[in-house]
T-cell receptor, first 112, second 113 residues
Framework: KNQVEQSPQSLIILEGKNCTLQ??????????LRWYKQDTGRGPVSLTI?????NTKSNGRYTATLDADTKQSSLHITASQLSDSASYIC???????????FGTGTRLQVFP | DGGITQSPKYLFRKEGQNVTLSCEQN?????MYWYRQDPGQGLRLIYY???????QKGDIAEGYSVSREKKESFPLTVTSAQKNPTAFYLC????????????FGPGTRLTVL
């Protein structure tokens, strides 16, 4: 069964600190993996997309990594800000399908 | 402004009533989607439409209905047959069904009283 699992479920950090969120998937064959940020009560917004051949991609203070062999991805947030408080959702698309598999998300809270 | 809009933001209904959630996009996207989001669960696909006048059931279509009479609009009706309708509903669109990025609307929170 195609699944996407994220950890931790929730995370609290202090402003200015770094953190790393994890995503493991079993979707096969794999097409791409996307990280979304979802503010409370809002729709998700795409942060970055990773394809099979990509290992690392950055978007400002966000850096995503992908290991297609172990089917793992991570999202690293550098120098966190209060506005980073949100849920981060990992989404995987299988090759040859138009359906997306969503993880349950990691809820990040950044405190001053 | 280009984008995808949903209305209303909050919706309350009594048990046994049907209610329709609006979703409009001016991105000229062919594909549109409806998801349901519940605490502790990933987004689940209710219905999707790849082109006008065509739509397909997703993973949890029971108790819901949709129409796609215009490219810009994809309304979702939550019927009284939906046993647990209280949830956050998200509409999304993509330029075509095989394009990875789906752009999401701001969502509608439906509460059944």
């Amino acid at each position: 069964k195609n699944q996407v699992e994220q950890s931790p479920q929730s995370l609290i950090i202090l402003e200015g600190k770094n953190c790393t969120l994890q995503c493991n998937y079993t979707v096969s064959p794999f097409s791409n993996l996307r990280w979304y940020k979802q503010d409370t009560g809002r729709g998700p917004v795409s942060l970055t997309i990773m394809t099979f051949s990509e290992n690392t991609k950055s978007n400002g203070r966000y850096t995503a990594t992908l290991d297609a062999d172990t089917k793992q991805s991570s999202l690293h947030i550098t120098a966190s800000q209060l506005s980073d408080s949100a849920s981060y959702i990992c989404v995987v698309r299988g090759r040859g399908t138009d359906k997306l598999i969503f993880g349950t998300g990691t809820r990040l809270q950044v405190f001053p | 402004d280009g984008g995808i809009t949903q209305s209303p933001k909050y919706l309350f209904r009594k048990e046994g009533q049907n209610v329709t959630l609006s979703c409009e996009q001016n991105l000229n996207h062919d594909a549109m989607y409806w998801y349901r989001q519940d605490p502790g669960q990933g987004l689940r696909l209710i219905y999707y439409s790849q082109i006008v006048n065509d739509f397909q059931k997703g993973d949890i279509a029971e108790g819901y209905s949709v129409s796609r009479e215009k490219k810009e609009s994809f309304p979702l009706t939550v019927t009284s047959a939906q046993k647990n309708p209280t949830a956050f509903y998200l509409c999304a669109s993509s330029i075509n069904p095989n394009s990875g990025e789906q752009f999401f609307g701001p969502g509608t929170r439906l509460t059944v009283l």
